[in-house]
């Protein structure tokens, strides 16, 4: 909202505390002879040092508490994706995806819990499926940004949705400079384990009209990345018993008690490597246009959009679970009851099944917020308002196309290398060809999830300019529609030649096919990857399957070609219990959300009350949401048919939110005391909300969402304490607390449909409360006391540690209770930084301990994530006022990424190299 913009000059929210912006350039604007002749040499320094100078200042008079990163010109943000910015704020954690910073946490929440805001409008979530509201920060170029603020205490005039916290992105305005401006920036990233150079280019020009009262921006992107990462991947360990089939009935079987002691010991599941390649390319558009005829009045309209498009090329090698009889004498035990090394054989009743699939197609992700609006003063009152519209687009244009062995001789999956990761040969078989294919799939799964919000909210601020103790009133109204879309498409043509046949069901229609002809379109169409596998990052072994059959789409229109048939997820469905369709019907669905919220809230300041100044906001914000939730019922009769009915189920709930926010200034300008308390909320993942009922006539069983589901909620409180020493250098130490409630859990209970009793699973909120308590410190401080040259010294670092108390969820395998899913309990950054008035350089290390992925994984296991760090350094070097020259590194020591169920079963090794980036910037 225009708020954003509004409150960040009347300096209400920043902190910049141990977050590399450091890679700022330092420029020094010599003054010209006769001024100097005139007064004394006035040197003004910009880039790191004045970044944070002038954060620091926004900070020391926030009322909220409130972290923020900035950036003085285009191409100088502390890092080149968003998402990897704010991993420098204290308190911040992400998730990545091919290296790339995606999904943002901030002090444990989950980044489905974070409300995200683009000059005030909301950023819509792209995640396929809409299964959470968690957005992607990969797309927004880091270019366009002016500010991003982490928002830790809430007031009354935020928008809710933020459990974790909000974070706004503000994008540079035609304002901001009164002189014409204008800015370009080329480079070239190269990805080591893409082994490719690709461009990135940005531009961004703005200037002021009619007697500098209009104002016009315009910022353009573009980028065209091979973004690579490779996982050697074990997905999900068993124990299995089969008494028919064990090592005392013959030497090989199906039980994993592979060394006969009595105990079952933990065997691979799915085994695999996973090469993910997508070819994205990045186009985005920021304009701004902003009338100020006068003082009292600004008008603007505002429009920042986003487009990726990944041309997806993945490359799969794996075994099914189910395949194979183990052979007992070859097969060894280690650490945990967990195997070591496992040899499996093919027999007639469980033939081993090696698969080579690759994930083709593409994933368009489109966003875009946009906003018209305006703030108008009448003497002590200040009017605004806005209408804002925002979208998010996903379209997953997945095609697959696998390529199967079933009765592979023999299979060996090692474990016993360093890195606990799977090294797999297979004897007599040669992976590299389509020697023994007998079975190939083409699938086309084309799937869209549609988020939009129209928005609209007006605001009223009464500023008196004679009480004693009331600074500030405002309130205000808003009208929010959220509308949440699914719509699935899926088909696969299956040719086969093997026994047995498996059959048409469901999506799948199956085509017999001589063996020959299903090698020689591997042969013919398919080729090998040119690049091994897992050539960056440390696998713990030497050796091993490093390259195998790469299908390409040649060999998916192959297998089309083959059938007789066509690709067409519009076609009649032959298969029985499909209505005649492709349509995936349970993920076709429509979810609204309508929102009417207000609030109040008061400013206050007590100068001479007290034995030091206070001053705060204090006030509440309510809100009503109406849910509906549309899509289809899947009936089974009593005679096995299976139709899907349509169906529209509401749901709803209100809210009040009350937040408090208190500054002590113990000592003005130097000791900074803190105090917030606040109630927040965000909502249910769409598909949660969504219908998609599923009944089973036989067992009396089913499941289905639920659009009765609550917000999750948590009361928040903040306690800090904040020293500033001098003009560039302060330390701060700030304790939290939040405790969350809602949590929404899988509960099975009697439900009566039609007539008929049935069990049902659906999502409902479980209110027993997670508590997370937690300390974050951090310091800045410039060594400008030292002599030349050393006086451009400076350092940033922070720290966070945090416990939590009361997550229900507990561990499979040891009955312990799970941390709190996202956490970690321990984070810090550090960034060592040098600058002059030519050159500026930086070196950063930012490490969280480890944390857990999911409660219930893979075989209700529950899924961590080791402690990850990662090392980036960055060097730039002014020629001359206009134009500086940089060299950036990300991920410089190629680590390794490394998820396990525990510590002997290590169940994903990713790595995904390092990321060098090189190139110009020039500034009018």
């Not at 009851?337 to 007639?348: D, I, K, Q, R």
């Not at 596998?533 to 229109?557: C, E, H, I, M, P």
């Not at 451009?792 to 561990?811: F, H, P, R, S």
């Not at 209770?817 to 930012?846: C, F, I, M, Q, V």
Request: proline letters at 4%; charged letters at 20%.
């Amino acid at each position: 909202m225009n708020n954003v913009r509004w409150r960040s000059h009347a300096s209400v929210a920043a902190l910049v505390m141990a977050m590399c912006s450091a890679s700022g350039i330092v420029q020094a604007q010599e003054v010209s002879a006769s001024t100097a002749a005139a007064e004394p040499e006035v040197v003004v320094v910009r880039g790191i040092r004045s970044s944070l100078r002038s954060s620091m200042n926004v900070k020391r008079d926030a009322v909220q508490v409130v972290d923020a990163i900035t950036a003085e010109d285009i191409g100088q943000f502390p890092d080149k994706n968003l998402g990897e910015a704010l991993q420098r704020v204290t308190g911040v954690q992400i998730s990545r995806q091919d290296g790339e910073g995606r999904g943002v946490s901030i002090r444990g929440g989950d980044p489905n819990q974070t409300r995200v805001e683009v000059n005030g409008s909301t950023a819509m979530s792209l995640t396929v499926g809409a299964g959470d509201r968690a957005v992607d920060f990969r797309d927004l170029p880091v270019e366009f940004i002016s500010r991003l603020e982490v928002v830790k205490s809430a007031t009354p005039d935020m928008s809710e949705g933020g459990v974790g916290g909000t974070v706004r992105i503000v994008t540079r305005r035609p304002f901001d400079s009164r002189k014409p401006f204008f800015a370009a920036s080329a480079q070239g990233v190269y990805s080591n384990i893409a082994e490719s150079w690709d461009p990135k280019l940005a531009i961004i020009g703005s200037r002021l009209f009619a007697g500098d009262t209009l104002g016009v921006l315009v910022s353009a992107t573009y980028e065209d990345r091979h973004l690579f990462s490779n996982n050697a991947r074990t997905t999900g360990w068993i124990r299995r018993t089969d008494a028919a089939r064990s090592r005392a009935t013959g030497a090989t079987g199906r039980d994993s008690d592979l060394n006969g002691d009595g105990v079952k010991d933990w065997i691979p599941e799915i085994p695999r490597l996973i090469m993910d390649r997508r070819d994205t390319k990045r186009a985005a558009l920021s304009s701004v246009v902003e009338w100020r005829p006068n003082d009292y009045l600004n008008l603007f309209a505002e429009l920042t959009y986003a487009r990726a498009k990944e041309e997806v090329y993945s490359q799969f090698l794996q075994l099914s679970g189910s395949s194979g009889e183990i052979d007992y004498a070859n097969s060894r035990v280690g650490a945990d009851n967990t195997a070591s090394h496992v040899e499996l054989v093919s027999t007639s009743a469980f033939p081993i099944d090696l698969t080579y699939r690759n994930i083709l197609g593409s994933l368009t992700r489109t966003q875009y917020t946009s906003a018209i609006g305006g703030k108008w003063t009448v003497g002590e009152w200040l009017f605004d308002g806005r209408v804002s519209y925002s979208k998010g687009d996903v379209h997953n244009d997945e095609i697959n196309s696998t390529a199967v062995v079933f009765g592979v001789p023999r299979a060996v999956i090692d474990y016993t290398g360093s890195q606990g990761s799977p090294q797999f040969s297979f004897p007599g078989l040669d992976v590299k060809t389509g020697q023994g294919v007998n079975q190939l799939d083409a699938v086309y799964n084309p799937r869209d999830n549609v988020a939009d919000e129209l928005a609209a909210r007006f605001n009223a601020t009464w500023t008196p300019s004679d009480s004693l103790w009331i600074t500030s009133v405002k309130f205000g109204v808003s009208r929010t529609e959220v509308s949440n879309e699914s719509l699935l498409y899926q088909r696969t043509i299956r040719l086969a030649n093997r026994t047995p046949m498996p059959t048409s069901s469901g999506a799948a229609v199956v085509y017999s096919v001589p063996a020959a002809t299903l090698q020689s379109i591997v042969n013919v169409n398919s080729r090998v990857n040119d690049i091994p596998f897992f050539k960056t990052g440390d696998l713990g072994y030497s050796g091993g399957v490093r390259q195998w059959v790469d299908n390409t789409y040649a060999t998916y229109w192959a297998t089309i070609a083959a059938s007789g048939t066509t690709m067409d997820v519009h076609a009649t469905n032959p298969n029985a219990n499909t209505m005649g369709s492709y349509q995936a019907f349970l993920d076709t669905w429509t979810v609204e959300e309508n929102t009417n919220a207000a609030y109040v809230q008061l400013g206050f300041r007590f100068d001479n009350d007290f034995p030091f100044p206070v001053d705060g906001v204090i006030g509440g914000r309510l809100i009503d949401t109406d849910t509906k939730s549309s899509g289809y019922n899947r009936v089974q009769g009593t005679g096995g048919a299976v139709t899907f009915v349509p169906g529209v189920r509401e749901g709803g709930y209100s809210e009040f939110l009350p937040s408090f926010n208190m500054r002590m200034k113990f000592v003005p300008n130097k000791w900074v005391g803190r105090f917030t308390a606040s109630k927040v909320m965000s909502r249910p993942a769409p598909s949660q909300l969504a219908l998609r009922r599923s009944t089973d006539i036989v067992g009396l069983t089913g499941s289905r969402g639920n659009p009765d589901l609550l917000p999750f909620s948590a009361a928040q409180f903040d306690l800090g304490l904040e020293h500033y020493l001098n003009a560039d250098s302060f330390w701060s130490v700030t304790l939290f607390r939040k405790d969350i409630s809602r949590f929404i859990v899988n509960q099975s209970s009697p439900e009566v449909i039609d007539g008929t009793t049935y069990n049902i699973t659906r999502p409902v909120n479980d209110n027993s409360p997670v508590k997370i308590t937690g300390v974050e410190a951090g310091i800045q401080y410039a060594f400008d006391f030292l002599p030349a040259p050393f006086n451009g010294l400076g350092i940033l670092a922070n720290v966070t540690v945090q416990e939590d108390k009361g997550y229900k969820g507990t561990n499979a395998i040891t009955g312990e209770a799970l941390p709190y899913p996202g956490l970690s309990k321990t984070s810090y950054n550090g960034s060592l930084y040098y600058e002059n008035d030519k050159l500026s350089a930086r070196l950063s290390y930012n490490w969280r301990d480890k944390w857990l992925i999911t409660p219930t994984g893979r075989g209700n296991l529950p899924e961590f994530n080791k402690a990850y760090g990662s090392l980036d350094a960055a060097f730039n070097y002014n020629v001359t006022p206009n134009w500086t020259v940089f060299v950036e590194g990300v991920n410089l020591t190629d680590e390794v990424r490394v998820e396990y169920n525990a510590d002997a079963r290590i169940i994903g090794n990713e790595t995904f190299g390092s990321r060098i980036f090189m190139g110009v910037r020039f500034k009018n």
